[in-house]
């Protein structure tokens, strides 16, 4: 397996598989440890690679009603219902 190989296994995890960019990340760092300490020679380059995105979070806003029954009272930390 060389290169194109590598990049081709890469590019259908994030591509068909629609795998997370950690687990692209994983499968890439794998597969180069694999190449290095294992079989003892380089990847080579892996030019045109399509990388998984990493989307992005929401930050979570809890519902109004809560939040002005929370706020009134002196420590927020006993508001946990």
């Known amino acids: 397996m060389a290169a ?3 990049n081709a296994f890469l590019t259908h995890l994030a591509v068909d598989g ?3 960019a950690s687990t692209q990340n994983q499968a890439l760092a794998a597969v180069v440890f694999l190449y290095r300490h294992v079989i003892g020679r380089e990847v080579g380059e892996l030019a045109g690679l399509v990388r998984a995105r990493r989307r ?3 930050p979570v806003v809890p519902p109004s009603r809560r939040f002005a029954r929370c ?3 002196p420590r927020a930390s006993s508001c946990s219902s």
């Open 4 to 6: 194109p190989e590598i």
């Open 56 to 58: 992005h979070k929401l």
């Open 71 to 73: 706020s009134s009272r």
């Open 18 to 20: 629609k795998v997370s």
